[in-house]
């Protein structure tokens, strides 16, 4: 029998803090210190997980709060998951599982409030397995994914620990290696997944899906997804916020190619939302990314000194060396930056850029009619002319529609072929 006194027990039950509690003008319960998880390590929220940037912040809770599960998704149980645990011992289950450490390994990760139930991860683990003969893992921290928000992004670290520990564990148990794991988070997952790539050396790659901003922007690179996290990391900025719209999405770039369609915020397809709440634009990355994974669409992406130039049509001309492709594609390319595209007002979102250069040979006026013969269609053209003087050149990018892959162009026989080339 226990003759110790009940709360000493209790106490006994709960993970070792050192502890110090405030209330925030909110009400909400905070605690600051150090607490430890075996297998995990020690979760300290001093600097810099707290400072200037990061105001409000708490402990992450214990792995038996959280109850993060993985689910295993393969070409031979691609509608079921298969469950991974992870114990002391080793990982339970995948013996009996479909998992093939010979193949690639994706991780999805979703983000504040949602679970691995949720649709969209259920599309774009089908995708992946469509595309590709691999292991997707879908990671559900459900429960540690709740409100309120400065506890679910506590949270993230034992998250992205555990990813890391089970990680280690395959390449323990299987042939699998460290280059052959990619994950993919949306929002906080994204972070998440950054705090699991801190903790492996090597890991192939990250693609983050609009991380978060609040409580991540210009934090050291320790706190949040940045380059460092792996080999290779990319990046979509779909809801990114400003000083002036306090959105879900971090703008600031975050990996080896950050890509910012429609300039990274309010997106096309989304009806007009409150700033912070547009939660449209926040999983349009989502939506992107998963379209990009079949898409014989190939979300080309420019390289541009700014969004505003990008949409005055100025960087429209690229080479295989400095263009990119957002999406689940990026890997292929080389270029690294910032690049900049915008996508169609409804799916599929995967869009073209289109530009017109014209040069007078003599003094014309007027309007110009362009026939463009594409993969998915044809589309006319009007292109208006102001008084253009011999030699004088002018380019005009086509937005808003699509006709595909340009194969062939028309010129109508109203335009006198002596006055312009084109
Ligand atoms: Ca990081």
């Known amino acids: 029998m226990d003759r ?5 027990r209790s106490h006994r039950a709960q993970p070792l803090y050192r502890q110090s509690f405030f209330y925030t003008p909110e009400g909400l319960l ?12 020690c979760f300290s929220n001093l600097p810099p997980y707290n400072g200037p940037n990061r105001p409000l912040n708490t402990q992450p809770q214990s792995p038996a709060t959280i109850q993060t599960k ?9 509608s079921s998951g298969e469950e991974l645990q992870i114990t002391q011992s080793g990982v339970v289950g995948l013996g009996d599982s479909c998992y093939d450490g010979n193949k690639d390994t994706k991780f999805v990760t979703h983000g504040f409030m949602h679970n691995a139930s949720f649709l969209w991860v259920q599309d ?3 995708e992946l397995i469509l595309n590709e003969d691999l292991n997707v893992i879908a990671v559900d921290w459900g429960i540690g994914a709740k409100p309120p928000y400065v506890q679910a992004v506590s949270n993230t670290r034992v998250v992205g620990a555990q990813i890391a520990q089970l990680i280690l564990l395959l390449i323990r148990e299987t042939n699998a290696t460290i280059g052959q794991f990619h994950l993919i988070g949306h929002s906080l997952g994204a972070h998440t997944s950054g705090y699991a790539g ?57 990996g080896h190619v950050d890509f910012y369609p429609n300039d990274g915020k309010k ?35 420019y390289p541009c000194a700014s969004a505003q130039d990008f949409g005055k049509g100025r960087c429209l001309r690229c080479s295989r060396a400095n263009c990119s492709t957002m ?21 599929p979102y995967c869009n ?37 003087t011999p030699r004088f050149r002018r380019s005009q990018s086509i937005t808003g529609f699509t006709t595909g892959e340009i194969q062939t162009v028309c010129k109508y026989p109203n335009n006198r072929k002596r006055d312009i080339s084109y």
């Open 267 to 301: 997106q096309p397809h989304c009806p007009p939302a409150t700033p912070g709440m547009n939660v449209c634009s926040h999983m349009a990355a989502v939506y992107f990314f998963t379209e990009s994974i079949n898409s014989h669409c190939p979300f080309k992406a």
């Open 352 to 388: 073209y850029h289109y530009e017109v250069n014209i040069t007078a040979n003599n003094r014309v006026n007027g309007r110009l009619l362009f026939g463009f013969n594409g993969t998915t269609g044809t589309l006319q053209l009007f292109v208006c002319l102001a008084i253009l």
């Open 4 to 8: 110790t006194d009940p709360l000493t």
């Open 70 to 78: 993985f689910f295993l998704y393969t070409r031979c149980n691609s």
């Open 30 to 41: 905070f605690l600051e210190g150090n607490v430890c998880h075996d297998g995990l390590g």
């Open 124 to 126: 774009l683990v089908r």
């Open 198 to 254: 801190k903790r492996l050396s090597g890991l192939g790659r990250i693609s983050g899906m609009d991380p978060s901003d609040p409580l991540f922007r210009d934090t050291d690179i320790s706190v949040r997804l940045d380059p460092s996290d792996a080999l290779f990391v990319d990046v979509i900025h779909s809801d990114s916020a400003t000083l002036e719209s306090p959105d879900m999405g971090n703008r600031q770039p975050s």
């Open 327 to 347: 999406g689940y594609h990026a890997y292929k390319h080389i270029a690294r930056g910032s690049f900049y595209l915008e996508t169609q007002a409804s799916a």
